[in-house]
Every structure is written in structure tokens, then in C-alpha cells.
């Protein structure tokens, strides 16, 4: 069964920090790349930051030199430590793996991340 649970989410203002965390069911973090999508009001989901199995990572040029993903592949879990935060980083975010997304596989409740002052 698909399970996903991200946490963490909060309310930060301006040029603060947060680390989220996603624990993701064996059937779907096993030798799967992972990543983190967010979603704002009236906006498309978009893919943030992305990572393979061995580690390899890569982040979205909006959020570059700010955000961090890592995993854990003996929890099964996922991270993305964000720093510098903006406004226009409010979202709700989200972990999973592209190829389960472009399946249009299920997702999980996401973490609602606000920064405002």
C-alpha cells in the first residue's frame, strides 16, 4: 500500500528555517528516486527538490543554495532542510517519487509550510 507522511510544516517568518521529514512505505522508497513538490493556492504542483537512491541530488533553481534534500534509506525517510525562507516559499509540500507521480500514483497530506512576519 502507498503511504506517505510528511511533517514539520509551520509557520516561519521571513529568513527562518525548517526541516521537513517524509516517512514513505517500503514499496515506494526502495530503490526509488525521491522528491519534494509544493503547491501554492492556485498553482500547479511543482517538483522542488529530487533525490536518487545513492544520494545524488538536485533542486529547483528557485530554491537553490536554500534548500537541502537528504534521505535516510534505513528509514525510509526523506528530508528537506529549508533555510532563508520567503514568502513565496508558502505551500503545502510534498514528498514522493516522480516515477509513482507520473503514474499518477496517490500522494500523501502534505506539510503546510506558511512564512510571513
Known amino acids: 500500500q502507498v503511504q506517505l507522511v510528511e511533517s514539520g510544516g509551520g509557520l516561519v517568518q521571513p529568513g527562518g528555517s525548517l526541516r521537513l521529514s517524509c516517512a514513505a512505505s517500503e514499496s515506494i522508497f526502495k530503490a526509488r528516486t525521491m522528491g519534494w513538490y509544493r503547491q501554492a493556492p492556485g498553482k500547479q504542483r511543482e517538483l522542488v527538490a529530487s533525490?536518487?537512491?545513492?544520494?545524488?541530488?538536485n533542486v529547483a533553481d528557485s530554491v537553490k543554495g536554500r534548500f537541502t534534500i537528504s534521505r535516510d534509506n534505513a528509514k525510509n525517510t526523506v528530508y528537506l532542510q529549508m533555510n532563508s525562507l520567503k514568502p513565496e516559499d508558502t505551500s503545502v509540500y510534498y514528498c514522493?517519487?516522480?516515477?509513482?507521480?507520473?503514474?499518477?500514483?496517490?500522494w500523501g497530506q502534505g506539510t503546510q509550510v506558511t512564512v510571513s512576519s
Open positions: 533525490i536518487t537512491k545513492d544520494g545524488s541530488a
Open positions: 514522493n517519487a516522480p516515477t509513482i507521480v507520473f503514474l499518477g500514483g496517490s
